[in-house]
């Protein structure tokens, strides 16, 4: 079945298609409209513009945030084979991804940490970028501001600033000018943000917008279920190490710089996930295109296919687990 995957046939969209939708059946079938989040004032005015079309339907905000974590995983598959982070172009990323985001149930509801992922790929992708383009400046500053726009939605977001500087630092050499332009970058959406409240004679609303907490696991389910969720997540991760620490010294220098660009957004998204306030029931979906990248090295051993079907069937038993348990 594994196989399936393995090849880059666009008919296996139709399949990962269907299969979200299987795994997704039962968030269908109980749907939740999102609420609103106090403070988070550019959020809630991004629902209000939602409900003129959806007028609050929880199957339409949950069908239609269905739809948007199944593009997102066909665009976390498209970097993967832009940026050649495999051996070869696959739907495997896209898998990984879908099983994922299945485990936890409430990740199938519309929420802000689905929207920030989009801003965040899309910085990511911009970042990969920095050691391959003609118009480095511009890509600098194309990320930093896509990094803030995540922040301007979810406070905690800022800390993708640190992921920006680092890929600075191992994807460019050091020049003062690339660094100015990186600083602009990001802080321009800062700038248009303080400026339309102004305008808009909102400007009390900013002193809402720092919203922090300390966002655990704990918060995320009954214990049988965490104890499951940490444990199948653990051995997840284990063997993606695994596969990576056999794959990536093959690669080339531009390919073994990107490893270590994604391997440090998959830690500060941790730290971001950790420091999100409490009222974003889904804060940890920020962490799970960056270790999609990491837990797919675990699918791709070819020369291993016992392992590699292992680690397949395994994430299919605790994605049925997880579903059950949570319950």
Known sequence: MLQTFRNNNPFTVIILFIGTLVLKLGVLLHPQAPVRLPGYFVYNSLLDLLNVVLHNSAFGYT???????????????????????????????????????SMYPPFGFFSLAMVVNWFVLCGVDVMLSFNQTLKPRKNIFNAGYLFCLAGVLQFSALGFV?????????????????????????????????????????LPLLSEWPQAGISLPRQLGPPVYIIGLLAGFVILISCGLYGMQLQVPKNGIYIRRNWATLT??????????????????????????????????GFNLEKSKRFSNFIFYFSLLLVIFCQVAYK
């Open 63 to 101: 069908f239609l945030n269905i739809i948007l974590l199944f593009l997102q995983a066909l665009y976390i598959n498209r970097i993967a084979a832009h940026y050649k982070l495999f051996y070869r172009p696959s739907y495997i990323p896209a898998l990984v991804y879908i099983l994922l985001i």
């Open 162 to 202: 640190v992921l920006l500087l680092g890929a600075l630092i191992i994807l460019r050499s050091f020049n003062v000018g690339e660094w100015v332009v990186a600083v602009l970058g990001y802080v321009t959406p800062l700038y248009f943000f303080a400026g339309i409240l102004f305008l808009a004679d909102k």
């Open 264 to 297: 440090m957004y998959a830690i500060i998204a941790v730290l971001v996930a950790v420091f999100t306030d409490v009222f974003v029931v889904s804060a940890w979906l920020i962490v799970i295109p960056a270790l999609t990248f990491i837990i797919t090295h």
